[in-house]
T-cell receptor, first 114, second 112 residues
Framework: DAGVIQSPRHEVTEMGQEVTLRCKPISGHNSLFWYRQTMMRGLELLIYFNNNVPIDDSGMPEDRFSAKMPNASFSTLKIQPSEPRDSAVYFC????????????FGPGTRLTVT | AQSVSQHNHHVILSEAASLELGCNYSYGGTVNLFWYVQYPGQHLQLLLKYFSGDPLVKGIKGFEAEFIKSKFSFNLRKPSVQWSDTAEYFCAVSGGSYIPTFGRGTSLIVHP
């Protein structure tokens, strides 16, 4: 299995531009998580999907952030418009379903907004 | 609500020293506990996990952790660290919400 796949691995964009991050979870996993990691705030959960349905999006910073999971094998995290404070590493993780299983993290997308 | 506290934010050791990283959680029910490691520039990977049974859990690369229910703790240990253990270590707890909560992480630097 290829593991969780994220693209792009690096993204540099200017303030105000739209950014779309992509994630392909491990086949058969029905839970998907988006995290943001920064030095200041550590690892923050942004949103959690179960069976493609958003269950908890309380961690999404503001309306500029949106996430979708149109099917079991694909999810996107969109930032529009982007701001310099959005610069971070964004991780996607998937899990078979039950909380008794560990999460499998993707390689992350390093976003820099100038 | 569940929460996790990692007391050591930065730890610096010499090779062959023993390691213990503290992790305390708060949750009144049954919990699943995890330790993840993040090597420089990489993603988080599972070191070990506890679901039930023997409270002493063995993980990869010589790491182990002990679940002490009375202390709400799940400390990570390694008897002799190596330079390659330099990484960020995260404790996580998953209780009734099914959403894991991560600690802030502990940065470990091992000098050769």
């Amino acid at each position: 299995d290829a593991g969780v796949i994220q693209s792009p691995r690096h993204e540099v964009t200017e303030m105000g531009q739209e950014v779309t991050l992509r994630c392909k979870p491990i086949s058969g996993h029905n839970s998907l998580f988006w995290y943001r990691q920064t030095m200041m705030r550590g690892l923050e959960l942004l949103i959690y999907f179960n069976n493609n349905v958003p269950i908890d999006d309380s961690g999404m910073p503001e309306d500029r952030f949106s996430a979708k999971m149109p099917n079991a094998s694909f999810s996107t995290l969109k930032i529009q418009p982007s701001e310099p404070r959005d610069s971070a590493v964004y991780f996607c993780a998937s899990r078979p379903g039950s909380s008794s299983y560990e999460q499998y993290f993707g390689p992350g997308t390093r976003l820099t907004v100038t | 609500a569940q929460s996790v506290s990692q007391h050591n934010h930065h730890v610096i050791l010499s090779e062959a020293a023993s390691l213990e990283l503290g992790c305390n959680y708060s949750y009144g029910g049954t919990v699943n506990l995890f330790w993840y490691v993040q090597y420089p520039g990489q993603h988080l990977q599972l070191l070990l996990k506890y679901f039930s049974g023997d409270p002493l859990v063995k993980g990869i690369k010589g790491f182990e952790a002990e679940f002490i229910k009375s202390k709400f703790s799940f400390n990570l240990r390694k008897p002799s660290v190596q330079w390659s253990d330099t990484a960020e270590y995260f404790c996580a707890v998953s209780g009734g919400s099914y959403i894991p909560t991560f600690g802030r992480g502990t940065s470990l630097i091992v000098h050769p």
